[in-house]
Structures are given as C-alpha cells and as structure tokens.
C-alpha cells in the first residue's frame, strides 16, 4: 500500500509503505460513544486483561528503553536489509526537528549498513542515578554539555508526572477501552508475523542470555503491539509502535484521537497524527472532542488531509527532507560497529552534534564504569551473523564474517566462551561450510553481488584520523545530503587449501585467549568503508537492488552431495544423529561439550576436505599425515559425551589404503612423500596439542582402535607400502563390506602378489625363486577370492593370469643345471599354468569384454605351450618312444599355435607371426625327420611328406613376411632338401624330375628375398652371408642332374629335349658367377642370374 500526501505549497507526492513483521491478529472493533458520555468515568473493561491482547495497556507508557536492540535480536534478517531500527517515538522526534526547538538526546549504533537508535533520557540515566552508575559518560557529559540542557531535562521529566499530564493519559486510556468491543474470539492472544524464511538445517549454536541483550536491566523488557517495516520515500525503517488501530464497518481501519475542544491541534501534534497513521498504513483518523472529559462530538479526517489541518498546517517535503539529511549523515559519520555515538542537540539551536563517545572516552575514563553498550552489540553482532548464516535466501559470506570478527573483538572470551566459540566455529564454518562435499568441495566459487567492490577487512587509517565529533548544521532552506561511503564486504575466496587452512585457523583460535581481546577506546573496529574521496565516489547501490541480486542467490541451486562410495565421505545428514537444541534440556550434555563437538566435527571435515584435495593433486604424503590427524580427532570425538558419527571409518581407512598403493605406483617420487609425511603446518601442531590433552582427557588409546593403521610414521620400502594397505583394507573390511573396499583389496593383493613376482624374475637361483613366489602364491588366491565374490571378471582373469605367470616361474625354477627333458616338478608347473591361463579366458568368454587383458592371457599361454613344446623337442622324454615323444611335441606346439593371435592390429602381431613361423618349422622338422624312418611303401608316407611340405612352406612365408632372411632361407633349403631327397628316393624318372623342377622353384623363390637384401630391406648378420653361395651351388647341381636325366635314352617324355637344352641355358648362365666377387657383388649377380633363369623358364612354359 502507498500512500501520497500533498504538500500544501507544491503539492509534492510523499512516498510510504508499510509491510507488518509482527502484530495482533486484527484490528479492535470500534463502536463510536454516546453523546455526553463522561470519560472520567473508568468503563468496566478498564485496565482488565481481557483487552491486552489489543494492545491498550501500553498507551500511557512512552519509556521504551533501548528497544532497537531488543527490535533487532527480534528480527535479525531486517539487520542490513533496513537502515534504521527505533522506536517510532525516536522517528518521529528526529522528522519534528524542523517544527520543535527543544533538544534531542539518542544513542546510535551502528551493524553492517543498518543504524540503531535508541532515546536517551539525561535526567533517567545520569541525573537521577547513583554516581557509579554510567560514571564515564557522565564525566563527559559535565565536560562538554550546557547545564541549562539538564534543567530542561529534569523539568520534563517531572512535568510528566504532575497531577495534570497524569490525568491526561488516564482520560485518553478510559477513552480507547470505552471505544473497544470486546470480541468472543478464543485465538486472541495468537501472533500475526510477516512472512519468514525456512532456516537451513545447521548445527544449533548458543543464543546470548537475555541479560546481556540489551543496556537495559531484562525488567524493562517491552514488547510492541506492532512492529513495522516502514519505507518513507527511500528510507527503510524497523520500527516499534504500540499506537492501537480500531475498525468496523465501512472504516475497517482507523486510527483514535482524544481532544479537547478547547485546545487546537498543534503542527506537533498533527505530525505526530500524521506519522503514526503512514507507519501503520491507516488511511483514516477518528478525532473525538470532549470538554472536561463529557464527549461532544466525532470528526473523521483521512490521513493525506492531516498536513493541511487548521493551526496545524505542517510540510510533508520537509519532514522528507530531514529524514534523508539526518539519516544520511548518521550513515556517513557513525562508521564504525562497536562504537557508541551520541546525537545530540540543544534546545534552540540550529546544529546536531554526534559524538564518537567510544574514541572520546579515554581508557581511564572506563576503568571505573563499563561502556554497558559494548556486550549489547557484540551480542548483536553475533545473532545477526547467525540468523544470517542459517537463512536460506540471506547468504552472504562476507558479510558475515565481517560480523563475527567485529564481535570477536569486543567479547571478552573468559566471560563469554560459548559465544566466542560459537563465533569462531561460525567462523571457520564460511570457510568450509559443514554440508562439504570432501571429494567435490567446490569452494573456490565467488559469492558476491555483480557491482560489489572490495574492502580491506583489516583497514587501516589513511590520512588524517577521523573527527570524533560531527556537525549538522540544520536549514530548512537548504538541508545538507551526505553520502554513504559503505561498500558490501567482499566476498571469501580461495583455493580449497587456503580455505582449509583459514577454517582451522578459526577453529584452533578457542584455544588461544590472548589473541581475543577487549575492544579498545580508541581502536575502531574496521568497517568497509572507501576513503573520503569525491572525484571517485559512485552513487549509491539501491536497496531494493541489492534484496533482488539476493533472491536471485538464494534461487541458485545448492551442489548436490556426490554418493561416490570410494571417496572420503560424510555420512548422509538422515543417517547423523541431530545436535541438540540449545534451549532444549541438554540433559548431561554441558556447552563446552556440545561446542567442543561441533568444532572437532568442523576439524573432521576440513581434514577430510585436505586430505582429499592432496589425493587428488597427487600429493599422497601429505593427504596420509592429513588422515592420520582426521583419525585422532574422530577417535576425541567419538568419545564426548555426543557425536554426530559424521565420519565412514571404513572410508577413512580405504583413503589411507589408496595412499599406500598410489604412492607404490609413483615409487620415483618416494623421497617426496616421505618429507610431506613430516611437513607439519603450525595449526597442525596446533591441533595436536590440542589433541594429545582431549586424548589424555578422555583415555583415547590408538592402538586399542579401529583406525591405528592409518599412522604411517616412515616410508621406507615398497612391500611396507603395499602391506600397509592391505591391513588398512582388511581392517575397513570388518567393519563394513562393501564392493568398493573389497575390489581395492583385491587390486592391492595383486599389486603384493605382482611385486614378489617380479622380484622372483631378478633372483638367479631356484630356491630364492621358489621362496618368494611362496609369499606371492596367498595373495593371488585370496585376490581370486575376493573378485569372484563381487563378479569383477576382468581381475579375476587377471589374477588367473598372474597365477599361471607364477606357475612359469616355479617351472623355471625347476630347470635342471644342465638342460635335459623335462622334470616332473617343471611338467606340473606348467600343466598348473596351463590351467590358470584357461580359466582365464573361460572367465572373460571373447575379446571385446576386455581385450587387454585377453591379448595378455592368450600371449603368455601361447608363450608357456611354446617354451615346453620347444624343450620338448629339443629333449625329448625318455620315458617315450621316438614316434610317441614327436607327436606330443606336435601337440604341444599346435596347441601354442592355435593361441597365436594373427589380427594386423594386435600389438604383439610380429611376435605371434615369428613364433608361427618357429612353430611352423619345427613341426615341419619333426614330419622331415619322420619320413626317414617311415618305408616307402608305408600308407602313412605321403601324409607325412604333405604335412612336411605344408609346415616348412607356411615357416618360410612366415620367416619372409617377418623380415628374418636367415631364417627364411634356412626354411627354404629344408623345402628343398626334402623334395631332393624325396627325388633320390624314387625310381620312377618322371616323378624325379617333378621333385628335381620343384626344387629348381624353390631355389627361384630365393630372388625375391635377395633383391631385398641388395635394396638394403632386410639385413643379415656378416657370419650368415656365406647362405646364397650354399644355395647358387645347390642350384647347379639341380640344373646338372635334370641336364643328365633329360639326355637319358629312352628319354622319359616327349620334352626331354626339349627340357634338356633349357637346363643347359640355365647352367650356362650360372657360369656368369665368379669366385672372386665379393658379398655385395655376388649378391647382384647372383639375382641377375636367377632373374635370367626365371625368365628362361617362362618362355619356354609359354611357348610350350
């Protein structure tokens, strides 16, 4: 609702609002008295407690006391938000400045942006009391005030109690409660506030004892009957009213006003009608007349016609511009939080002084008589700050950090712990909020309004000091605007370690009193204000401005808490048990405990948000030494007298397993992880000061617990590491199974079965070999175990793998000193293997569930197949016939083969392909050595000699492709020594020349490798070059024998003759080959010569 009221000379529009934070539930209804009624005559209702609900009994009351302290811990979430906090009495004094002459007397206080104004009664509080009694400011006072002003004080005081003033406010009294129906409304007593926020769930701290809320003594407690948030033009104001509204009928609102007819309205008095009604949104006043306390008659005047009432015409553009004047020079001159100021005027005079009584009081002047604001407003302070930090829609870090540091300095610690210590766990709370996300801290976030500038929290004084005293000289022609230097505080920024370490700094100060100290008299505690510069100062950021950018904060969405379980986490807030309310019996639960709780579970977190934040940088020393002091503080807490159980102990001990193992895999860097184990910060130390006396305390004993394992106290080799962490996984493991621990302990077996193995790779004698795979063989059984139970088959092929690599080893270790066959203890081993690798790829079923390790399984199960197949035949078993040993070695080493894995994109795909080709040429050799003893005309010859043929063409393809020219050339002669045998053997002369023409083909197959050789494609060694000669003379001697058997009479076929001069072409052209050439010479002719031949050969096959 707005209401516009016309200035009489310019007609200007005045702007008010008025949003209602508490009230009675609705207005009293009125019923209008009866002509002649007498006044004097108390009604029947009179002063009865049926009718306090509306709020009467407080009408003949106007002392107040220091009421804008007890508006503020009222309504803390107004704190900030308005600029001024009074007594509407107070507002209105200060808007009749320019209308009443006499003096004015208030107390000002300043928190965060917003003033506290308060009334101060000379005469009550320095006049009339005993002389101990605000000993300091009376001094003062006697210093530097006229003594008139005291007279005048002391000759209202007493006017308000003569016989006359008395008697008028108990007419007005009977008036109101003659005017009131009475309603049969039961939920009268109940409570109308505005609308407020839901808090956040938070711990519950302390609240400040009443006593020490508010300068006054806790009997002059006064609640009013509405409290209002007024805005008048651009002001906002909490205000405290106890001014009753009335209603019925076709005026639902009105306002009640006793005069007597014999006296006009004064201009006062009509401001006064006036600025009650804008403070409560009443539209209407009823005035009614009476003489000498007989009712006469009622007039009913709307609110915006007030200002132009007869004998009482007033501006509201005046009474505006005051309000902006005064309350911009309050704004810009009373700075400093935690200091007292005095706005005083004299009666008559044209100036408002305000004096900084905290900077003009000595400390001597307070040895004999505490400043009795200072408690009230570090208390303040506190509770604004705790409203602030627990509302949903009002988080603003840097604010409240402002707060609490200012309250820290003026509490005295030893009189005020739990609050101290609330503060700095509050404190340390910005930095680290208590619903971290150890593994997701996100606190490197910025909070803060787009126009916001920055301050220095620990602002010195630039210049000249400030003046203690400040004047406004009053004009109504031309009233003064000051401008407000406030700037929002900044916001609390950092890296995730910095915020760490402030949040621990917070925390550890409970236990440093000398740092917590008194405020001072002439210390000011800094408040964020730029320097007095105009060529640099900007308009002032709007309110309503600000209250938006703030919505639109607390729209943001709050960061979920990731449900990884492998990460240091706290527990869900539905699992922690709740902390007690502090109001509520707290059974044998004292504050310190309570607090000592909060500010351990604080130190829980922050270390679990460090010791995270180094795992993940890589820096495993350090976040090891960070859980190890996380472990000691959950082991003090678990043994207060409550705990929140805020901590996973299980995952306590998997971080601390993961540690061990990383800093295994990153063994280069042990050095440094050894030094960041012992690289203590000074709140470590700190800290475990503190915690070997809450140790001692409560008779925590490490070795007796769950989490012993955790402390690492040197770093000295890599199975110290690695058994570490298995002892830290078991142990996580009894007290709570899940996937995420077991298949981490499965992975550290491995790594300890895995480092014996490779250690057992480096020993050279059997027995040091067999002992360490001992150690190795419990490991990989128990890892077997363990990922067979969670159904993680790629590790469980894994370890079957690192099995059956063991069992290779225990076979190698078996090895005879001078090689023979094999012994039975290497034939078990091996068999053993065997069936590990098997399982291994049984487990994984085909290659795209993990080929990795699939490509692994199948290498070193071809590699063991292959190595005892080659031993094998080299020494065959004894135990075997000739025949029965060749075909196990045949088995044994197609077996291999069938493992060889031969797709281009394998990266072991040339090893395969040699290790086919070795396969391929022994199996060839073994059928080769078998054909001599199988008789010609045996059934099974031909089989063999295909089988034969088959294995050595395939080696030689093999040995080609490969690159291995030796070898392949070698593979080549063996093709060839068995088609020239297989010639030699034969009677029948046709057959002979196939077998003698298929080895002339062979020995051309040949060119192709060498005209590699000569393009420098291939190498072979200097010791191996002699192989081309064996072969160009291998040649000749084929070219002669078909020469020889083509000139056979009978010939053997119609092309004998043919065939004969073709061979002699041929043989004439070996002749172009010279003994004296060297290598590289006789290599080229060599192919120039087998180029010729082939060639030969063509033309005669086409012609023919």
């Given at each position: ?213 508010c300068p006054d003594p806790p009997t002059s407690d006064h609640k009013y009957t509405r409290n209002v948030v007024w805005t008048f033009e651009d002001i906002d104001m909490l205000i405290g009213t106890d001014m009753p509204i009335f209603g019925g009928g076709t005026h639902p609102c009105i306002s009640l006003r006793l005069r007597d007819m014999n006296k006009p309205i004064s201009v006062l ?500 070999i067999i002992e360490t795979c001992k150690k190795a063989e419990p490991y990989l059984m128990r890892g077997v175990e363990i990922f067979e139970k969670v159904k993680d088959d790629p590790n469980t092929a894994l370890l079957h793998t690192n099995m059956g690599h063991m069992h290779r080893l225990l076979a190698h270790a078996h090895t005879p000193e001078e090689r023979g066959e094999l012994t ?281």
């Amino acid at each position: 609702m707005e209401k516009k009221d016309g200035d009489p000379a310019d007609n200007e529009q005045i702007k008010s609002t008025a949003i209602v934070k508490y009230s009675l539930p609705k207005p009293a209804q009125f019923v209008k008295l009866q002509c002649n009624t007498d006044l004097n005559l108390p009604p029947a209702n009179w002063l009865s407690s049926s009718a306090d609900s509306y709020g009467l009994q407080h009408v003949s009351s106007h002392s107040k006391g220091f009421s804008s302290f007890r508006m503020a811990h009222m309504f803390p979430d107004c704190v900030g938000e308005v600029d001024v906090v009074s007594d509407a009495e107070n507002i209105k004094k200060l808007l009749k400045i320019p209308y009443d002459k006499g003096h004015i007397s208030m107390m000002v206080h300043r928190i965060e942006n917003t003033l506290l104004i308060d009334d101060f009664d000379i005469y009550k509080h320095l006049l009339k009391t005993a002389e101990t009694e605000w000993e300091w400011l009376r001094k003062f006072f006697f210093e530097n005030i006229n003594r008139a002003t005291c007279e005048e004080d002391k000759n209202l005081y007493l006017k308000s109690r003569t016989r006359e003033a008395l008697k008028e406010k108990s007419l007005v009294s009977k008036f109101l409660y003659y005017s009131l129906v009475e309603s049969d409304n039961k939920d009268g007593n109940n409570l109308v506030e505005g609308n407020s926020t839901d808090p956040l769930q938070h711990p519950l701290l302390p609240e400040p004892s009443p006593s020490t809320e508010c300068p006054d003594p806790p009997t002059s407690d006064h609640k009013y009957t509405r409290n209002v948030v007024w805005t008048f033009e651009d002001i906002d104001m909490l205000i405290g009213t106890d001014m009753p509204i009335f209603g019925g009928g076709t005026h639902p609102c009105i306002s009640l006003r006793l005069r007597d007819m014999n006296k006009p309205i004064s201009v006062l008095t009509g401001i006064d009608y006036w600025l009650d009604n804008l403070m409560s949104n009443v539209p209407e006043v009823v005035m009614c007349y009476h003489l000498n306390g007989i009712v006469q008659k009622y007039e009913l005047i709307k609110t915006e016609d007030l200002p132009r009432l007869d004998n009482s015409k007033f501006s509201p553009k005046l009474i505006r511009d005051v309000a902006q004047s005064i309350l911009s020079f309050l704004k810009s001159n009373a700075t400093k939080a935690g200091h007292t100021y005095w706005l005083f005027k004299g009666k008559d005079e044209e100036v408002i002084k305000l004096y900084d009584l905290t900077s003009l009081c000595s400390e001597k002047d307070f040895e004999n008589g505490h400043n009795p604001f200072t408690i009230p407003v570090a208390m303040l302070l506190y509770r604004v700050a705790r409203n602030m930090k627990h509302s949903a829609d009002r988080r603003q870090p840097g604010t409240i950090r402002m707060l609490l540091k200012n309250c820290l300095k003026l509490l005295p610690e030893e009189k005020y712990p739990e609050i101290v210590t609330s503060s700095l766990y509050m404190l340390s709370d910005l930095y680290v909020p208590a619903n971290t996300n150890p593994e997701c801290p996100e606190l490197d976030e910025v909070d803060q309004d787009d126009n916001e500038s920055f301050y220095d929290d620990d602002m010195s004084e630039n210049g000249e000091k400030d003046e203690a005293l400040k004047v406004l000289v009053l004009n109504n022609s031309s009233l003064e605007k000051f401008k407000n230097y406030y700037k929002p505080p900044p916001p609390i920024i950092g890296s995730v370690e910095e915020r760490c370490l402030q949040a621990e700094t917070n925390r550890d100060n409970k236990r440093e009193e000398e740092e917590i100290r008194m405020a001072k008299t002439l210390e000011p505690i800094p408040m964020p204000y730029q320097s007095l510069n105009p060529e640099k100062t900007n308009s002032e950021p709007t309110r309503k401005g600000k209250k938006r950018d703030r919505k639109k904060k607390a729209d943001k969405c709050q960061p979920d808490v990731a449900t990884n379980k492998t990460a240091l986490l706290l527990k869900n807030k539905n699992e922690a048990q709740p902390l007690p309310t502090w109001r509520e019996p707290l059974h044998d639960i004292s504050w310190k405990d309570h607090l000592k709780t909060l500010l351990y579970e604080k130190a829980v977190l922050v270390y679990a948000i460090l010791s995270e934040f180094h795992f993940v940088k890589g820096n495993y020393g350090t976040s090891l030494r960070t859980i190890g002091l996380l472990a000691r503080c959950q082991l003090v807490m678990n043994k207060l007298q409550y705990t929140s159980n805020a901590l996973r102990e299980n995952c306590l001990l998997g971080r601390a397993g993961d540690c061990c193992i990383m800093m295994v895999q990153t063994w280069s860097r042990s050095e440094e992880y050894a030094a960041q184990l012992h690289s203590y910060l000074d709140e470590d130390f700190k800290m475990m000061e503190q915690l070997e006396q809450d140790e001692q305390l409560y008779h925590v004993d490490i070795g007796a617990s769950h989490v012993k394992c955790v402390f690492v106290y040197d770093i000295r080799t890599i199975e110290q590491m690695l058994l570490k962490a298995i002892e830290c996984y078991e142990v996580a493991l009894k007290l709570s199974e899940t996937d995420s621990i077991l298949r981490r302990l499965g992975n550290s077996l491995n790594e300890v079965a895995s480092y014996y193995l490779n250690m057992a790779k480096t020993l050279k004698t059997g027995v040091d070999i067999i002992e360490t795979c001992k150690k190795a063989e419990p490991y990989l059984m128990r890892g077997v175990e363990i990922f067979e139970k969670v159904k993680d088959d790629p590790n469980t092929a894994l370890l079957h793998t690192n099995m059956g690599h063991m069992h290779r080893l225990l076979a190698h270790a078996h090895t005879p000193e001078e090689r023979g066959e094999l012994t039975p203890q290497e034939k078990l081993h091996y068999n053993k293997a065997f069936i590990n690798y098997k399982k291994a790829l049984q487990v994984l079923g085909d290659r795209k569930h993990c080929p990795g390790i699939w490509d692994a399984v199948k290498w070193e199960l071809s590699t063991a197949l292959f190595n005892m197949g080659s031993i094998m035949h080299e020494h065959p078993p004894s135990y075997l016939s000739k025949s029965e040993a060749e075909k196990e070695v045949i088995e044994t080493l197609q077996k291999a083969l069938q493992y060889c894995d031969f797709e281009e994109n394998n990266p072991k795909f040339p090893l395969y392909q040699y290790r086919a080709a070795v396969i391929h040429y022994r199996i060839g050799s073994l059928y080769h050595s078998h054909i001599w003893l199988t008789p010609n005309d045996s059934s099974n010859r031909k089989n063999i000699i295909q089988l034969a043929k088959i294995n050595y063409e395939k080696a030689a393809k093999l040995y080609f492709q490969s690159s291995d020219a030796i070898n392949y050339f070698t593979a080549q002669m063996q093709r060839f020594a068995l088609s020239e045998y297989l010639s030699e053997t034969t009677s029948i002369l046709n057959t002979k020349i196939k077998h003698l023409q298929h080895c002339l083909e062979i020995v051309l197959e040949l060119n192709e490798m060498i005209l590699l050789l000569i393009e420098k494609k291939v190498d072979v060694s200097e010791e191996n070059e002699k192989s081309e000669d064996e072969s160009e003379e291998r040649k000749n001697h084929i070219l002669k024998t078909l020469v020889k058997i083509c000139l056979t009479k009978p010939p053997p076929n119609k092309d004998c003759s043919k065939l004969a001069e073709l061979y002699k072409n041929c043989y004439k052209r070996s002749f172009e080959l010279k003994d004296d050439l060297d290598y590289k010479s006789l290599l080229r002719k060599l192919g120039s010569v087998l180029k010729d031949i082939e060639d030969l050969i063509d033309s005669f096959n086409n012609n023919s």
